[in-house]
């Protein structure tokens, strides 16, 4: 059974373009968070998705950013006009439903490194 | 809302030696507790969680944790650690109402030879 997969690892983009990252859930898992790791910090929560839907976006910046977990495919994480303090780790995890995402463990992908020049 | 503290940014100790890395979380409401390890380059994965029950927690190389209410502390420990322990160190918490989980900053755990 793959793990949760993340693509790119490594994106490059220079200020004012758009970045996609893209997260595989681990199959049979129908819930997907993404969080942002800047340096020297701990991971910050920003979205949680269900397939087609956005539980809980309260850690989500107001602009520029938007998430989708479509029916098929892979969730996206979508970044426009990307600016210097875009640049971190974008983490992606995923759990089952297994009775409450509060209790669920989570797995976590390798990370997308987003370097904004 | 719920935080996490982790004092320790850094933790340096020698193979074979006892390592303690501390959290403190600060909640209203119960909480469910976590700790992840994080190594170069790669994804978090689950060392142990407490959601109920017994305030020990025994999770995987090796690692446990006590669950302590009244300090609202949740610290990791390991009896002798190994070269292969070198990481980071994540806490995490979540609270039975929401559906956020909150990380700690993190420590890192260098095991010197």
């Known amino acids: 059974n793959a793990g949760v997969m993340q693509n790119p690892r490594h994106l490059v983009r220079r200020r004012g373009q758009e970045a996609r990252l893209r997260c595989s859930p681990m199959?049979?898992?129908?819930?997907v968070y993404w969080y942002r790791q800047l340096p020297e910090e701990g991971l910050k929560f920003m979205v949680y998705?269900?397939?087609?839907?956005?539980?809980?976006e309260s850690g989500m910046p107001k602009e520029r950013f938007s998430a989708e977990f479509p029916k098929e495919g892979p969730s996206i994480l979508r970044i426009q006009q990307v600016v210097r303090g875009d640049s971190a780790a974008y983490f992606c995890a995923s759990s089952p439903w297994a009775g409450g995402a509060k209790t669920d463990t989570q797995y976590f992908g390798p990370g997308t490194r987003l370097t904004v020049l | 809302a719920q935080s996490v503290t982790q004092l320790d940014s850094q933790v340096p100790v020698f193979e074979e030696a006892p390592v303690e890395l501390r959290c403190n979380y600060s909640?209203?409401?119960?909480?469910?507790l976590f700790w992840y390890v994080q190594y170069p380059n790669q994804g978090l994965q689950l060392l142990l969680k407490y959601l109920s029950g017994s305030t020990l927690v025994k999770g995987i190389n090796g690692f446990e944790a006590e669950f302590n209410k009244s300090q609202t502390s949740f610290h990791l420990r390991k009896p002798s650690v190994h070269i292969s322990d070198t990481a980071e160190y994540f806490c995490?918490?979540?609270?039975?109402?929401?559906?956020?989980?909150?990380f700690g900053t993190g420590t890192s755990l260098t095991v010197i030879p």
């Open positions: 199959k049979g898992h129908s819930h």
């Open positions: 995490a918490v979540s609270a039975n109402t929401g559906n956020q989980f909150y």
């Open positions: 909640s209203s409401v119960s909480v469910y």
């Open positions: 998705l269900q397939k087609e839907n956005i539980i809980d």
